[in-house]
């Protein structure tokens, strides 16, 4: 690879597409980041009423899991921005995006949200029952603290998987990293350049975001029972 800034190289190319490049990362990353808050929120909720709903609760939340789990992301984004505006709905592509990730997400987080919590003994629940702490404290101040570790690491799966998810937000026409950088191929003709430079963003992202959650779990390595 030519590692001159001349006309016509690689990083030549590279810097005068640098705006629409930095762009579709920024895409890249605020679809994911708000997908991960949705689906990490939603899915808390959805996985307590799993765990501790009433009968009907938690019917509504495994037909809920189940389906989502059991659709791919593709399909749901489709549906999301065209499936809806069949009904009158009409939302934007990047936000059709977000929510059919987020939707999809939630499931996960929901699932490995309760699998969390029940893996916390049962005698914890019980302990802090009899010093008279109400069902919602007993949740927050000693349910959910050793939960959250549990969850930690496939939470942090389903965050790298919204990522490379958001590469399927092209199909509706929302310019994130990959599709900027197909539109840059189709006007340099630099493909093997310019889809390695998307996997080294890619690499990086799924690398800061595997540290950060790396980091979550040392500084949460006290929540032990």
């Not at 030549?12 to 990362?25: D, I, K, N, T, V």
């Not at 008279?132 to 969850?151: D, E, N, S």
Request: aromatic share 14%.
């Amino acid at each position: 690879m030519d590692f001159s800034m001349a006309p016509g190289t690689f990083w030549f190319e590279a810097w005068q597409a640098r705006a629409s490049l930095l762009s579709g990362l920024g895409v890249t990353l605020l679809s994911s980041a708000l997908s991960i808050v949705m689906a990490t929120f939603c899915g808390i909720l959805m996985g307590v009423a799993l765990s501790y709903g009433w009968w009907w609760l938690k019917l509504l939340a495994r037909l809920y899991v189940d389906l989502m789990r059991g659709i791919p992301v593709l399909v749901l984004i489709l549906f999301t921005y065209y499936g809806l505006a069949l009904f009158g709905v009409n939302v934007a592509a990047f936000w059709a995006g977000v929510i059919a990730l987020g939707a999809f997400a939630t499931a996960h987080v929901a699932e490995n949200f309760r699998g969390a919590v029940e893996s916390v003994p049962a005698g914890q629940m019980e302990a802090a029952k009899a010093i008279g702490l109400t069902f919602g404290r007993r949740l927050y101040y000693v349910i959910l603290p050793q939960a959250f570790r549990r969850m930690l690491p496939p939470w942090v799966n389903t965050g790298l998987e919204i990522v490379k998810g958001t590469t399927l937000l092209s199909i509706i026409g929302v310019v994130e990293l990959l599709l900027s950088a197909q539109q840059q191929m189709a006007r340099n003709y630099m493909i093997v350049e310019f889809y390695m430079l998307t996997v080294v963003l890619y690499l990086i992202i799924n690398f800061t975001l595997a540290q950060l959650g790396a980091l979550l779990e040392r500084k949460t390595s006290y929540l032990r029972y």
